[in-house]
């Protein structure tokens, strides 16, 4: 059974940074593109990120471009977002997700996920 969970949500200030995980159980997540999405509320899914398996390539949304970044860690199973120069636009829960396959689709528009954690909480107040 494949559980993916995500960790390192807070309450920050705009300008702030955090850095959000990702671990899986059941999934080496090195064998897989991983993807991170935002759902703000009333406001549909929102791609941001995602990182590829064989050449570890990363995609970006325009929103984040330049003050996010994604990383992984295979020794410990992991996949992280750093998140720099917060905005309270960035207030949303976050979800890492897989699709299955080792490349990514983008940044994650649209992308059929077949697993995705429970999220975590960002809030940056206005």
């Known amino acids: 059974q494949v559980q993916l969970v995500e960790s390192g949500g807070a309450l920050v200030q705009p300008g702030g940074s955090l850095r959000l995980s990702c671990a899986a159980s059941?999934?080496?997540?090195?064998?897989?593109?991983v993807y991170w999405y935002r759902r703000a509320p009333g406001k549909a899914r929102e791609g941001i990120s995602c990182i590829s398996s064989r050449d570890t390539n990363t995609y970006y949304a325009d929103s984040v471009k330049g003050r996010f970044t994604i990383s992984r860690d295979n020794a410990k199973n992991l996949v992280y977002l750093q998140m720099n120069s917060l905005k309270p636009e960035d207030t949303a829960t976050y979800h890492c997700?897989?699709?299955?396959?080792?490349?990514?689709?983008?940044?994650?528009?649209?992308?059929?996920?077949?697993?995705w954690g429970q999220g975590t909480q960002v809030t940056v107040p206005s």
């Open positions: 059941g999934r080496t997540l090195g064998h897989y593109a």
């Open positions: 997700a897989t699709e299955g396959d080792y490349y990514c689709s983008g940044y994650g528009y649209g992308v059929l996920f077949d697993y």
